[in-house]
C-alpha cells in the first residue's frame, strides 16, 4: 500500500449524518416490508418492557418466599408470583424469538432489494464511468458490506429503544433506592462506549483505504477459478506466481486487521474493567443496605438484578449506537455509489430530423477520462445507406473506440455524429441503440442456453424462437446449431449442468446472429467479426452481410484486406486519425500506407 489513509471522521461530528442516514436506513427497511417493520418495532418495544417487568416481580417472589417461611399460609402468594414472572419469562423468549424472526425475513428481503439497486445503477452510468477504477472502487465498497448495513443500522435502532427503554424502567426502580444509584449504572458503560468508537473508525478507514487490494484480491480469485482463464493459467505454470500474491496481499490486510483487533480487544477490556468495579461496587452497596436492614432480601435481589440487567441495557445501548455510527460508516459508500451522477443528459429523440440521410461524422476527436492523450483526432467521415466502409490500422489506432462513440457507448465530447441529420446527443439511448446491430471483438460468450444467447440481441423478441431461426441463418450460424444435441435449447458452456463448450468460429456466429436480431438495424458494426474464421469464410461472411444489408450502413473492422477491399470506402487510421480514405482501388493507387500493408499481406499468401 504506498498511500497514507485517510482519518476516519470523529464520532461527535457524526452526529447529524448519523440521524440522516438512520432515516435513510429505517425508509428502506420500510419500502421492502412495511409489515415486518411494524412488528418489529412492535416486538422491540415488548421486549424493553419486560426486563423491569421481570425484575420487578422477582422482588415480590422472593417476599414471597421469605414470609411463607414463618407462615405456611401465605404458600399462595408464592405460587402466584411465581405463575407470573414465569409467564413473563416465557414472553420474553417468545419476543426475543419473533424479533430474530423478523430480523431473518428482513435480511434476506433487504439484501435482494440493495443488491437490485446497485445493479440498477450501475445500467444507468455511462460506460467510461463503468471503465473507471475509482468508480469500481466505489462499487466493491458497495457490494461488500452495503447490502447488509441498512437493516443492521435499523436494527441496531430498533436495540437502542428497546435497551431505552429498559433502561427508563430500571432507572424507575433504582430511583427508589437512590437518585445516584442511576447514574452508577449509566457511568459504568461508558469507558467502553468510547473505545468502540475511536476503533469503529479505524476499522472503516482501513476498509476503505484498501478497496484496491480487496478488488485485485477478487480478480486473482477469478483467474484462478475461471474456466477461460484456466487453459493459460495451467500451460504457463502461472497458478504458484498468482497463489503467492493473493496470500501477500491478505498478509498485508491481516497484518492491519491484527493489530486493530488486538489494541481494540485489550482496550475493551482493560476500560471494561472500570465498569465490573462499577458493578460491583453497586452489589456492594446494596447488599450493605440489606444488612443494615434499610432492604428486604427481596428487594436486595431486584436492585441486584436490576443493577446487573441495566448495566448490560446501558452497555447494549452504548454498543449499539457505536454500532450505528460504524453502519452509518459503511452506508456511506453505498449511498456514495448510489448518488453517482450520469454523464450528460439524455435525449428524446426517436427518429432523425432527416430519415434515410445516413451517419455523418463532424470534426470528432475523444479522450478517455483521466487521460489527455487524443484516442480520436478531428474524424470526418460521410456514409449513405446501402453503403459500406472498412476501417483498417494498428492495435489502439481508435478503430474500435470510433465504433463504440457510433453506437452511443462513449458521450460525445467534441464535435459531433449526426444519424439520419439528427445529433447522436439528442437521441434517446434505447431508441438509438435500436438502430444498431453490433458485435464486438470481445463479445460476450452467455452461458444461456443457444436460443437465449442470439434472442439477447433484442430484449423484445428474447424468447421469440422464429426470431432466433431467422437470426441465426443470417449469421450463418442455423446449420451447426441444428446439429447440437437440443438444437435452439441446447445449454452453452461449461458453467451450469449438461453444458456445451463451441469452437471459437462458432461462437461468433452466435454473436453475428444476435447482431441480426435488431431487425429494424440501420447500422452494422462488425469489430473483427470473423477472427476466428479462416480468411476464405470471413470473405464469404462479408458477401453475405453485403448482400444483405443493401439498405443499411455495414462498418467493418478487419486486418484481413482479402476482406477489407470488398468495402465500398476504406478509412485507414493511425493514432486516432484518418490518414488515408477511399475505395481499394483508389488507395492502392495512392500507393500509401494502406497500399504497404496490402502487399505485405498478399506477399504472405503468395
Not at 409489515?35 to 414471597?64: K, R
Not at 496470500?247 to 482493560?270: C, K, P, Q, S
Request: glycine share 8%.
Amino acid at each position: 500500500m504506498n498511500a497514507t489513509p485517510e482519518a476516519a471522521p470523529g464520532f461527535f461530528s457524526q452526529i447529524r449524518p448519523l440521524a440522516t442516514y438512520g432515516r435513510r436506513a429505517m425508509v428502506l427497511v420500510w419500502a421492502t416490508s412495511p409489515m415486518l417493520t411494524i412488528a418489529l418495532a412492535a416486538l422491540t418495544l415488548l421486549a424493553g418492557l419486560l426486563p423491569a417487568s421481570i425484575a420487578y416481580v422477582s422482588q415480590w417472589l422472593v417476599d414471597s418466599v421469605v414470609a411463607a417461611i414463618d407462615n405456611q399460609s401465605l404458600i399462595q402468594r408464592v405460587w402466584f408470583w411465581l405463575g407470573i414472572e414465569a409467564l413473563l419469562v416465557a414472553a420474553m423468549a417468545g419476543t426475543q424469538t419473533a424479533l430474530s424472526i423478523c430480523n431473518n425475513l428482513l435480511r434476506a428481503q433487504l439484501g435482494h432489494r440493495v443488491n437490485m439497486m446497485i445493479l440498477d445503477k450501475t445500467q444507468t452510468l455511462e460506460l467510461a464511468q463503468l471503465e473507471d477504477a475509482v468508480f469500481y472502487d466505489r462499487l466493491t465498497r458497495a457490494r461488500r458490506e452495503a447490502s447488509t448495513r441498512p437493516l443492521s443500522l435499523v436494527q441496531k435502532t430498533f436495540g437502542v429503544i428497546q435497551n431505552g427503554i429498559a433502561i427508563l424502567g430500571f432507572s424507575g426502580l433504582l430511583f427508589a433506592f437512590s437518585p445516584w444509584a442511576v447514574l452508577v449504572l449509566i457511568l459504568g458503560g461508558l469507558p467502553a462506549f468510547f473505545v468502540e468508537a475511536k476503533f469503529a473508525g479505524d476499522a472503516f478507514r482501513l476498509f476503505r483505504w484498501r478497496s484496491p487490494e480487496s478488488r485485485e484480491m477478487m480478480y486473482l480469485e477469478s483467474v484462478l477459478a475461471r474456466e477461460d482463464y484456466t487453459k493459460e493459467v495451467k500451460l504457463f505454470a502461472l497458478a504458484p506466481r498468482l497463489l503467492q500474491r493473493y496470500r501477500d496481499i491478505f498478509g498485508r490486510i491481516f497484518h492491519e486487521d491484527r493489530a486493530l483487533t488486538v489494541r481494540r480487544g485489550w482496550w475493551t477490556f482493560a476500560l471494561g474493567l472500570v465498569g465490573t468495579l462499577a458493578l460491583y461496587g453497586a452489589y456492594a452497596w446494596v447488599v450493605l443496605a440489606t444488612v443494615a436492614k434499610t432492604l428486604s432480601l427481596g428487594q436486595m435481589t431486584m436492585y441486584m438484578l436490576v443493577f446487573k440487567q441495566g448495566q448490560s441495557a446501558v452497555s447494549a445501548s452504548l454498543t449499539a449506537i457505536n454500532g450505528m455510527y460504524e453502519d452509518h460508516l459503511y452506508l456511506t459508500s453505498l449511498y456514495e455509489f448510489l448518488e453517482q451522477p450520469a454523464l450528460g443528459a439524455q435525449g428524446t429523440l426517436s427518429q432523425g430530423e432527416q430519415p434515410g440521410n445516413g451517419l455523418e461524422i463532424k470534426s470528432l476527436s475523444f479522450c478517455y477520462p483521466g487521460t489527455d492523450t487524443l484516442a480520436l483526432d478531428n474524424i470526418n467521415l460521410r456514409l449513405r445507406p446501402g453503403t459500406s466502409l472498412a476501417l483498417v490500422g494498428e492495435n489502439g489506432s481508435g478503430k474500435t473506440t470510433l465504433t463504440k462513440l457510433i453506437a452511443g457507448l462513449y458521450r460525445i465530447e467534441s464535435g459531433d455524429i449526426l444519424l439520419d441529420g439528427s445529433s447522436l446527443k439528442d437521441w434517446d439511448r434505447q431508441a438509438l441503440q435500436a438502430r444498431i446491430g453490433v458485435i464486438f471483438q470481445d463479445f460476450a460468450r452467455y452461458q444461456w442456453p443457444v436460443g437465449e444467447n442470439i434472442g439477447a440481441g433484442d430484449v423484445s423478441a428474447f424468447d421469440d424462437a422464429t426470431r432466433w431461426q431467422a437470426a441465426a441463418r443470417k449469421g450463418l450460424a442455423d446449420d451447426f446449431i441444428q446439429t447440437l444435441p437440443q438444437g435452439y435449447a441446447t445449454q452453452l458452456g461449461r458453467w451450469f449442468k449438461d453444458g456445451r463448450e463451441l469452437s471459437g468460429g462458432q461462437w461468433q456466429k452466435i454473436a453475428l446472429a444476435r447482431a441480426f436480431m435488431r431487425e429494424q438495424a440501420d447500422i452494422l458494426i462488425l469489430d473483427e467479426p470473423t477472427a476466428a474464421m479462416d480468411a476464405k469464410a470471413e470473405a464469404e461472411v462479408f458477401q453475405h452481410f453485403q448482400a444483405m444489408a443493401r439498405h443499411q450502413i455495414l462498418i467493418l473492422i478487419s486486418h484481413r484486406f482479402s476482406t477489407v477491399r470488398q468495402a465500398d470506402q476504406i478509412a485507414v487510421m493511425d493514432q486516432g486519425r484518418i490518414i488515408e480514405l477511399g475505395s481499394h482501388a483508389e488507395l492502392i493507387r495512392l500507393g500509401g500506407q494502406y497500399a504497404t500493408l496490402f502487399e505485405l499481406q498478399a506477399r504472405a499468401y503468395r
